[in-house]
């Protein structure tokens, strides 16, 4: 029997967390600088086109089906591939008073699978050819996230390490493992291959157009309701705790951001307001339902404060990770990951573990500490390795020329803003304007 209200809260959830992914278009395509806006924002939109599809044909049975004997520690199996097995199948729930069909689960999922891999391109903005990127997505969520997907959600070695070592069980409630940090790992491997950005650390690369990364950041947060709410797959007690907790420690978390910035640098910015609210969001993920909302409130401040300095390393250590990918996703979701083995609590809707600074002992920080160390080993790792094939085989940076040139002109023949026609426009307005005489009357540019 289909329990109607969670189905409909899943549902709903998955279009939440499909609007994501252009939100972040927004928020990456206003931080990149207006010669290359399209292409950032392509590659968002280029990731829901091909993801989505490899997650009906392989992505989802890679990442939840059984695997096949030892290797089901690693990687999932065949069962449900092209998720034909999957129509008609229900999902029980606790207590056997209904559940939701598992075809909801898997859509629900495929959407954490598209922005995981589009978080990615933020790292690598004004660099990248296009299609390199459109081949590197695939590959990427099939050798990478599929398996971490199953590490951590589909009964691999992550999910699985409490009972044959003894530790408390793993705690990723929405995805600071198998989607920021994974993400985040990913990204510095991508930008050590490709290199820097011709200019980088002495020319000037600010956002082009901030109302953009603002409309993105409000998209995010709009979304992200559904990224962590939706992952309680009901609607109950603890949906409503992620809501709350996400929507405060995602306010905490720019007020830590906007505190660093006034100390630094003795102004606040709208940049890192909207900066500060993704760090927040990351960092909660993962812990949405293992804190109370005042434990929420401790993860944003410390996501706030560490991101806010953490995004400044690529210039101490001459890395080009143009939109910040690895000092907000991959930092935030250590920090979440990690506040989980200090302040976990048993308070919250169905109990759990505690952390050590609310009762337990130091065991779930350990377990928390395993899980993110595995999983940005083994996403560096192996980006590495592909990023490095592509370049090899196919060529993964653009020309010097379409760099400076602009990728959107180079890369697509077109441009966010038409500047050119305006200025032919003006010219021609002008020109017509002009009497026999010589003199010049005030210019009437036609709409």
Same mark, same amino acid.
């Not at 029997?1 to 967390?17: C, E, F, Q, R």
């Not at 929507?247 to 951001?257: D, E, H, I, L, R």
């Not at 592909?386 to 379409?402: H, N, P, S, T, W």
């Given at each position: 029997m289909i329990?109607?209200g969670n189905?409909?809260w899943l549902?709903m959830s998955?279009?939440?967390v499909m609007?994501?992914t ?5 928020f990456?395509?206003?931080m990149?600088?207006?010669k290359s806006?399209?292409?950032?924002m392509l590659?968002?939109f280029?990731s829901?086109a ?8 392989i ?9 096949y004997?030892?290797l ?8 449900y591939?092209g998720?034909t097995?999957?129509l008609g199948?229900?999902?029980?729930a606790?207590? #056997?008073?209904g ?8 859509g ?5 699978a598209?922005i995981?891999v589009a978080?990615i391109?933020g790292a690598?903005?004004d660099?990248a050819?296009f299609g ?9 969520a099939?050798?990478?996230y599929f398996?971490?997907?199953h ?5 691999g070695?992550i999910?699985?390490?409490h009972e044959?070592t003894g530790?408390p069980?793993?705690?990723d ?5 198998a989607?920021?940090?994974n993400?985040?790992a990913?990204a510095?491997?991508?930008v ?5 950005r011709?200019?980088f #650390? ?9 109302p953009f990364?603002?409309l993105?950041t409000?998209?995010l ?10 992952s309680?797959?009901a609607a ?6 992620a809501?709350?907790n996400?929507q405060v420690?995602t306010a905490a978390?720019?007020a830590a951001w906007?505190?660093?910035e006034r100390?630094?640098y ?10 500060g609210?993704?760090?927040g969001?990351?960092a909660i993920?993962p812990a949405?339902?293992s804190?109370t909302?005042?434990?929420?409130i ?5 996501s706030?404060?560490?991101c806010?300095?953490a ?6 250590f001459k890395y080009?990770d143009?939109l910040d990918?690895?000092g907000?996703h991959m930092?935030?979701?250590?920090v ?5 083995g ?5 308070a919250?809707p ?10 337990g002992g130091? #065991?779930l920080l350990a377990a928390?500490?395993i899980?993110v160390i ?10 590495w390795?592909?990023?490095k094939v ?12 379409v760099e400076?040139? #602009?990728?959107?002109h180079e890369?697509?023949?077109?441009s ?6 305006l200025?032919?426009?003006e010219e ?10 010589g ?6 540019v036609?709409s």
């Amino acid at each position: 029997m289909i329990d109607t209200g969670n189905t409909a809260w899943l549902l709903m959830s998955a279009a939440l967390v499909m609007l994501m992914t252009p939100g972040l278009a927004f928020f990456y395509g206003g931080m990149s600088r207006a010669k290359s806006v399209l292409n950032m924002m392509l590659m968002s939109f280029g990731s829901i086109a091909i993801v989505s599809v490899l997650w009906v044909l392989i992505g989802h049975s890679l990442s939840y089906a059984p695997g096949y004997g030892a290797l089901d520690m690693f990687v999932g199996g065949f069962d449900y591939v092209g998720l034909t097995n999957l129509l008609g199948e229900i999902e029980p729930a606790e207590g #056997g008073e209904g559940g939701y069909p598992l075809l909801v689960d898997a859509g629900f999922q495929l959407m954490f699978a598209v922005i995981t891999v589009a978080l990615i391109s933020g790292a690598i903005a004004d660099r990248a050819k296009f299609g390199a990127w459109l081949l590197f997505a695939p590959v990427w969520a099939l050798i990478v996230y599929f398996p971490v997907a199953h590490w951590v959600w589909g009964g691999g070695w992550i999910a699985t390490m409490h009972e044959w070592t003894g530790l408390p069980e793993v705690i990723d409630f929405a995805g600071g493992t198998a989607v920021h940090i994974n993400a985040g790992a990913a990204a510095l491997a991508l930008v050590l291959v490709l290199g820097r950005r011709k200019g980088f #650390g002495s020319e000037s690369m600010r956002p082009h157009n901030l109302p953009f990364v603002l409309l993105g950041t409000a998209l995010l947060w709009f979304g992200w309701f559904g990224f962590n709410a939706g992952s309680a797959y009901a609607a109950n007690e603890q949906a409503a705790l992620a809501l709350v907790n996400t929507q405060v420690a995602t306010a905490a978390a720019t007020a830590a951001w906007m505190l660093v910035e006034r100390i630094r640098y003795g102004k606040i910015s709208a940049l890192g307001f909207a900066s500060g609210a993704i760090a927040g969001l990351v960092a909660i993920t993962p812990a949405a339902a293992s804190v109370t909302p005042v434990g929420a409130i401790v993860v944003g401040l410390l996501s706030g404060a560490v991101c806010a300095y953490a995004i400044s390393w690529k210039f101490k250590f001459k890395y080009d990770d143009a939109l910040d990918v690895v000092g907000i996703h991959m930092v935030g979701g250590i920090v979440g990951c990690l506040a989980i083995g200090f302040i976990a609590s048993s308070a919250v809707p169905g109990g759990g573990d505690t952390g050590l600074f609310t009762g337990g002992g130091i #065991g779930l920080l350990a377990a928390q500490a395993i899980s993110v160390i595995g999983v940005m080993i083994y996403s560096f790792v192996v980006t590495w390795v592909i990023a490095k094939v592509i370049d090899l085989v196919i060529g993964f940076r653009i020309a010097e020329e379409v760099e400076t040139n #602009g990728l959107d002109h180079e890369l697509h023949a077109e441009s966010a803003y038409a500047f050119d026609e305006l200025d032919e426009l003006e010219e021609e307005a002008v020109s017509s304007s002009t009497p026999p005489g010589g003199e010049t009357a005030s210019p009437q540019v036609k709409s």
